[in-house]
């Protein structure tokens, strides 16, 4: 079965030559003075693990960011597609998608659900605060 071993929010990530994932400024909130409220950009960064069995088998995976109404807000999509590992290793990939422009029509709370093959394997919190100001 395919996991989500790792998943969050961060302004900036990238993974090395020797396969290192780095992460700076992880966070699960936006502070803005008004809405709507616009980040400039963002990136969720996941780390997905499978079985040996899940190996040379297509997957689907799908990233959707729902407010707490339960409105879809966007939804992007794709195939996955694990190797074979060496023996002894398990399969393991880290994945980062890169979001630009991202707009919060109102304060509050937000999800960005990961579904795995239909199925939701995990959720990252976003919360959207409102900072008055001075």
Known sequence: MVQVALAL????????REGKLNIMGIFDRIN?????ATHPQLQLVMT???DR?????????EIELIDADGTK?????GDLKFGSPLPGEQIRIN????LNNLNFNHFGNY???IRINNEVRKSVPLS???VKKA
């Open 128 to 130: 959207v605060v409102e």
């Open 111 to 113: 999800d960005f659900k």
């Open 53 to 61: 069995g899940d190996a040379d088998k297509e997957h689907k995976i």
């Open 73 to 77: 807000l966007f939804s992007i999509g």
């Open 32 to 36: 803005a003075s008004n809405v709507p």
């Open 95 to 98: 994945h980062i998608i890169q």
């Open 48 to 50: 997905l693990e499978a």
């Open 9 to 16: 929010l961060a302004d900036c990530a990238n993974i090395s």
